[in-house]
Each structure stands twice: as structure tokens, then as C-alpha cells.
């Protein structure tokens, strides 16, 4: 029975905030060592015109770290070693709360008595695991 519900657009986001740093040094002349790291927090989602409802937000941050050491022997033999890692955290449909009202109490406010909520506004039938 959507049709008889109230119906009204949203605003959609997406970002990406993004930082780099990187380091060389040459300890020698036939060494060189580099570093860097890297970050990013992509979000997206969407903020409904009414606040009736808390719709979900995508959290992608990203933690790279890396090295790499070449040593050179002469022109035609080069060695290279590399380490490196990669997070990423993918937190998908966490609710919003985007009236600022109910956070993380939005169950108690409204007569529900789950202890300990975990995320802002009120439990969706996803959220409670039904």
C-alpha cells in the first residue's frame, strides 16, 4: 500500500575525501627508499525531505601503507622489494538521523525497550535482524 503513503523526493550524496603522502631517501648511490600512505573516507547516501524516516548511510574509508627499497648491482641487475596493505571498511545502510532528536535513544523515546541501541533513529525491520 505504498500509494497511499506519503511520497517525497530526497537528496542524494556522495564524497570522497582523499590525502597522500610520500617520502623518498637514497642512502647510497646504488639505494633508494620510498614510502607512503594513503587515506580516503567515501561516503554516500541520502536525506529525506521529511523527516519521517532515517534512510542509510555508506561508510568506505581506506588505509593504504607501502614501501619499496631498489637496489641497484650494475646497469643490467636491479633488485626491488615491495611491501604493502590495504583497509577498507565497508559499513553499508547505517540510519541517519538527520532531525537530531532521537540518536541513539530514538527506541526509548518512542516506547520501544531495547536496551543498548547501536545506531541513530529508530530500528528497522533490516536492522533487528527480522
Known amino acids: 500500500m505504498a500509494a497511499s503513503n506519503y511520497q517525497a523526493p530526497s537528496r542524494s550524496f556522495k564524497a570522497n575525501n582523499q590525502g597522500d603522502v610520500k617520502i623518498e631517501f637514497d642512502p647510497s648511490a646504488n639505494d633508494k627508499i620510498t614510502g607512503f600512505y594513503s587515506m580516503s573516507t567515501a561516503y554516500d547516501g541520502s536525506t529525506p525531505v521529511l ?59 518512542v516506547g520501544i525497550t531495547f536496551s543498548n541501541q547501536a545506531y541513530n533513529g529508530l530500528p528497522t525491520r533490516a536492522s533487528m535482524g527480522t
Open 51 to 109: 523527516a519521517i524516516s532515517f534512510p542509510g548511510e555508506n561508510l568506505f574509508p581506506t588505509w593504504i601503507v607501502g614501501s619499496n627499497w631498489v637496489h641497484t648491482f650494475s646497469p643490467s641487475l636491479v633488485n626491488s622489494a615491495r611491501l604493502g596493505f590495504t583497509r577498507t571498511d565497508w559499513s553499508e545502510g547505517l540510519p541517519q538521523d538527520s532531525t537530531g532528536v532521537f540518536g541513539t535513544a530514538g527506541d526509548s523515546k
